[in-house]
């Protein structure tokens, strides 16, 4: 069996909007055409059509504003804790009852539920909350850096901010092999 994912894309001009429709078809193909002739091999390659359609930023109706002057505040806080070699001196029982702490808990989940609308940038949310429990819990200097490099990152590309340097960490804004390390990271191959 085999499925086939066709994508019809259209363009509303009226409203200004993109419209992708999906149907996907499953059908049996002959058992002739499922044999390959013996000399040649089969490549399959995995597309993810989410990731080619997705954008990498997108804002819920009227937050833009709201989305980039977290984004920008964040970044200061996360400068203040862990810019500079700062993270090695980061208490995790401090850091859990510090009310800056708190509101960056606070503006993370607002941006994932009522800030940024679907795109790729809510990946890089999810990473953000995983890191900030890891920091809570553990007070982990890599895991508190990684969390400082994603608000340094975002702040740089959607605030136009001057940075030293661009980590490449996002999702949203990244390379993949940063990407890859923070995934390592995440799951437990780099923070035990």
């Given at each position: 069996m085999v499925s086939i994912c066709m994508y019809y894309i259209t363009t509303d001009r009226s409203k200004g909007e993109t419209v992708v429709d999906a149907e996907v078809l499953q059908t049996e193909i002959k058992e002739e055409t499922e044999q390959l002739e013996e000399n040649e091999e089969a490549v399959i390659t995995k597309v993810d059509a989410s990731e080619q359609l997705a954008e990498p930023v997108a804002y819920q109706p009227g937050q833009e504003t709201a989305v980039k002057n977290i984004i920008?505040?964040?970044h200061d806080f996360l400068n203040e804790l862990a810019g500079w070699g700062n993270a090695?001196?980061?208490n995790s029982t401090e850091l859990q009852h510090d009310r800056n702490w708190m509101k960056l808990e606070e503006d993370v989940k607002w941006l994932?539920?009522?800030g940024f609308a679907e795109s790729l940038i809510l990946e890089d949310m999810l990473h953000a909350t995983e890191f900030l429990s890891i920091s809570?819990?553990?007070?982990?200097e890599m895991a508190i850096r990684y969390l400082h490099r994603i608000f340094h990152d975002l702040d740089a590309h959607i605030n136009e901010e001057k940075v030293d340097r661009i980590w490449n960490v996002t999702i949203a804004f990244g390379s993949e092999g940063q990407q890859n390390q923070l995934y390592a990271y995440l799951s437990g191959s780099n923070n035990e």
């Amino acid at each position: 069996m085999v499925s086939i994912c066709m994508y019809y894309i259209t363009t509303d001009r009226s409203k200004g909007e993109t419209v992708v429709d999906a149907e996907v078809l499953q059908t049996e193909i002959k058992e002739e055409t499922e044999q390959l002739e013996e000399n040649e091999e089969a490549v399959i390659t995995k597309v993810d059509a989410s990731e080619q359609l997705a954008e990498p930023v997108a804002y819920q109706p009227g937050q833009e504003t709201a989305v980039k002057n977290i984004i920008a505040k964040q970044h200061d806080f996360l400068n203040e804790l862990a810019g500079w070699g700062n993270a090695e001196s980061v208490n995790s029982t401090e850091l859990q009852h510090d009310r800056n702490w708190m509101k960056l808990e606070e503006d993370v989940k607002w941006l994932m539920e009522e800030g940024f609308a679907e795109s790729l940038i809510l990946e890089d949310m999810l990473h953000a909350t995983e890191f900030l429990s890891i920091s809570s819990q553990t007070g982990d200097e890599m895991a508190i850096r990684y969390l400082h490099r994603i608000f340094h990152d975002l702040d740089a590309h959607i605030n136009e901010e001057k940075v030293d340097r661009i980590w490449n960490v996002t999702i949203a804004f990244g390379s993949e092999g940063q990407q890859n390390q923070l995934y390592a990271y995440l799951s437990g191959s780099n923070n035990e």
